[in-house]
């Protein structure tokens, strides 16, 4: 059935941001596991910009694989990484190698302003073109923390 407006669908969430590929100040705001397609555990690290200009202060996504979720999945989780993983290699060259591996500590991530690699993302899933109008940023690399 049509809505009073003659719309049938409506887009759930908010839009996605868009900004130029490059390399942007970051300020980490939150963290949160998910399971993708209900199979993938993830952690999804939320950032702003913090570089001064047009899309200071927009959020940006990383992504990461991990190995498992402890508990139940949302803001905070607990998860699992593994020795080669993405995570953990990015952690240990901004922070050092955690004394302990089985206590990574995410705290390490609050009051640092990071140097971060932004892409545009281009492709779905599968590998196809996502349209030009539906492509949205997210940060591909953390690279340092800013002196």
Known sequence: ???????????????P???PPGVYDVAFDSYSTFMMFGRAPKVHLMFRIMTMGEHFEKPLSRFCNVKRLIGRPGPWGRFKVGF?????????ALFGTPVRLDRIPMSNFENHIFIATVRTVQKGSRQ???PGGLTYSVIAKIRCIKQ
């Open 17 to 19: 941001v868009l900004v």
């Open 84 to 92: 080669h993983s993405d995570f953990l290699r990015e952690f240990a």
């Open 1 to 15: 059935m049509r809505g009073a407006d003659g719309a049938i669908a409506q887009l759930d969430g908010d839009r």
């Open 128 to 130: 196809e073109q996502i």
